[in-house]
């Protein structure tokens, strides 16, 4: 259906193909059922660029030199081309690591070597566009733990003058459920770009709370929220307080470092929290209805 309104605002500058061609004339997308569809380069605006690659897939020519193994993947994931499951390879699981520069990385190549010198298992490197795409890390059976994330963003950061933030999925089995993972993990980056975008890195558990606040409607949004009172809701040094404490695992000691505040300072204001609320945040169901509540008020009051 969106398709045939495209067609209907493009007209003869929208074409359809089996496979992207004239690389140098159109502007290519992969719609939602796989099929590639092409608008003229002279008639589509950045604005429009931008918005067709929020809502599909954009291809480029990039993608139209991969390798073997890369288009297996890319077919796989993006087109639910089961090609992948086909071949012969010797890996069992794979991880997701999403990542968006913060500007077009100009030399993709050397962004890929540097990737593979970093990582510490076997990868494959699918480029969306010039600042999104996908590494693939894969492995025949023993997980790889420890990734020091965090460096590798610095040494990209330096090496290609760049802001990069990850999302550091899980291991999934290679089968025909992949590609909905795939997908279902690409929409947690986009969440973690929408309220994690001070955070590098994300993962799932990052992002669930946020997801399921989204989810709920707005009344039960306003009860979560006022869980905090009122009164506390407007003192927004201790809700900021109350919230690096949580987020540092209920440890006293970690978050007044983070704070840069005296232990005892930390806990009089957790114990303020407590007198005020009768939640005690320094146990596991206060702490989550709490957390919930804070990232109510910080991000869903208008909803």
């Not at 991969?66 to 890319?74: E, F, H």
């Not at 012969?88 to 540097?114: C, G, K, M, Y």
Request: hydrophobic residues 40%.
């Amino acid at each position: 259906m969106m398709i045939e309104n495209l067609k209907k605002f493009y007209k003869d500058a929208l074409i359809t193909a089996n496979t992207p061609e004239q690389m140098d004339k159109f502007i290519w997308f992969i719609s939602e059922k796989g099929s590639f569809f092409g608008i003229d380069i002279k008639v589509i605006t950045s604005q429009e660029i931008k918005l067709l690659s929020s809502l599909f897939t954009r291809f480029d020519s990039q993608q139209a030199e991969m390798t073997d193994i890369q288009a297996s993947w890319y077919n796989f994931l993006y087109l639910n081309v089961d090609s992948l499951l086909s071949s012969n390879h010797s890996f069992t699981q794979s991880q997701f690591i999403l990542f968006q520069a913060s500007r077009p990385i100009s030399d993709r190549s050397e962004f890929q070597v540097a990737l593979e010198a970093l990582m510490p298992c076997e990868i494959i490197l699918l480029w969306e566009n010039d600042m999104n795409g996908v590494v693939i890390a894969v492995n025949s059976g023993e997980l790889i733990e420890d990734v020091g994330y965090d460096e590798i963003i610095a040494t990209l950061t330096s090496d290609f003058y760049v802001d990069i933030h990850l999302f550091i999925g899980r291991y999934h089995p290679i089968n025909h459920l992949l590609p909905n993972e795939f997908s279902w993990e690409k929409k947690c980056f986009e969440k973690a770009l929408l309220y994690l975008h001070k955070q590098k890195v994300s993962r799932l558990h990052d992002v669930i709370p946020f997801m399921i606040l989204e989810n709920i409607d707005h009344s039960l949004k306003d009860r979560v929220k006022n869980v905090i009172l009122q009164e506390l809701q407007d003192d927004h040094e201790l809700v900021e307080t109350i919230k690096v404490f949580l987020e540092s695992d209920l440890n006293v000691s970690n978050a007044s470092k983070k704070l840069y505040m005296h232990r005892n300072s930390l806990q009089y204001r957790i114990d303020k929290f407590i007198e005020k609320t009768g939640i005690d945040i320094k146990h596991f169901q206060g702490a989550v209805t709490t957390y919930l509540a804070i990232l109510s008020l910080e991000h869903f009051s208008d909803s």
